[in-house]
Every structure is written in structure tokens, then in C-alpha cells.
């Protein structure tokens, strides 16, 4: 997580997380005084974390958590006073806000910001394994489209249309889907 946003109503807060965010070096720090100036920023450049010190002076905070959460755009931890924890974490924990408590501690935090790292590693894992899939069922698709023109207009059978498909892929060195394309331009014009 390397861009962070921190969205602090105060200063001191600000630079507590800042220092405590600085510890291992390497981040792009960025800072928001209230939530419209969060929704600003996130809108002109994408961040990886936002962490966000309740309450705010515009909102208390939890709308911007759970939208931003929400729409993917970043990671979100949300710091809230202690005695307001466990409404506030029931109310955001759906939408994929990690809650921490005030007082917070910098182990409490260096170990919520690893939790929320590895929590994004597999997030991004699952995303590309989604994508490759997607694209796998988008292929299939495709060919099938191709095998059922191929079967309408040549009159082969499923196999035999399969195996066209697998041969010219071959032999011409493409991808099954490309000459699955091909043979759609061809017959669907």
C-alpha cells in the first residue's frame, strides 16, 4: 500500500498517523481535513489505504468509509473513539472497513495496518483470478458462437466444428478465440 490518504480533522491526529505511517518509509502520504476534502482528492487520484480519524468536521465519517470502501477504491480504516466502536464497526463492517478504537496504541495500529495489507493482497488476488476467469468464460463464448455458425453454415458436426477451430489455431499460431473472431466476421455479416 503504497499511496495513503489520511483523513484527520485535527493536526496533531494528522501527524500521529503520519509518523506512525512513515515508520517502514516508502509511502506517499497525502492528507484531507474533513470528508468533502477526502471525496476531492480520491476523486482526482487513486489511493491504495485511506485512513480516516473520527469525527470529522463535516460528517462523522462512516459514509465516507463505507463509499470508498464501497466502490473499491481503497483500502479503508476507520478510527473511532472507543466508547463508539462497537455501533460504528457493526454499522461499516459489510461494506469491508476495518474499525479501530481510540486510544490507539502504535503496535495497535502497525498490527491493524498489516492485517488490512494482507487483507489487500488477497482482495488483489482474488480480482485477477476473477478477471482471468471472466475472460475464460468470455473466450468460451466466442468459440462456441464460432462452433455453432461453423456447424449452421459448413455442416460439421460439434466435434468436428471444435476440432476446425483447434486445428487453425494451431496451425496458424493463434489463440482459439481469435480464429473463433475470424470465422464470426466471416459468417455474420
Known amino acids: 500500500m503504497r499511496s495513503v490518504l489520511i483523513v484527520s480533522g485535527t493536526d496533531k491526529s494528522a501527524e500521529y498517523l503520519r509518523e506512525m505511517l512513515a515508520r517502514d518509509g516508502g509511502r506517499e502520504l497525502s492528507f484531507a481535513r474533513s470528508c468533502g476534502e477526502a471525496r476531492r482528492a480520491m476523486m482526482e487520484r487513486p489511493f491504495d489505504l485511506c485512513v480516516i480519524n473520527a469525527p470529522l468536521p ?3 465519517g462512516d459514509e465516507l468509509a463505507m463509499d470508498t470502501a464501497e466502490r473499491g477504491a481503497a483500502q479503508v480504516m476507520l478510527i473511532v ?4 466502536f462497537g455501533p460504528v464497526s457493526e454499522r461499516v463492517e459489510d461494506h469491508g472497513v476495518f474499525t479501530l478504537a481510540k486510544p490507539l496504541t502504535r503496535e495497535q495500529f502497525w498490527g491493524a495496518l498489516k492485517l488490512v495489507a ?3 493482497a488477497r482482495l488483489s488476488r482474488m480480482r485477477n483470478e476473477y478477471q482471468r ?3 475464460k468464460l468470455e473466450d468460451t463464448h466466442v468459440v462456441n458462437r464460432a462452433k ?3 456447424m449452421r453454415y459448413m455442416s460439421l458436426t460439434e ?3 471444435h476440432r476446425y477451430i483447434e486445428k487453425r489455431a494451431m496451425d496458424m499460431r493463434l489463440r482459439r478465440r481469435d480464429v473463433a473472431q475470424t470465422i464470426i466476421k466471416t459468417y455474420e455479416r
Open 118 to 120: 494482507a487483507a489487500s
Open 81 to 84: 473513539r472507543g466508547e463508539m
Open 133 to 135: 476467469l471472466e475472460q
Open 148 to 150: 455453432f455458425l461453423l
Open 159 to 161: 466435434p468436428e466444428a
Open 58 to 60: 463535516d460528517e462523522f
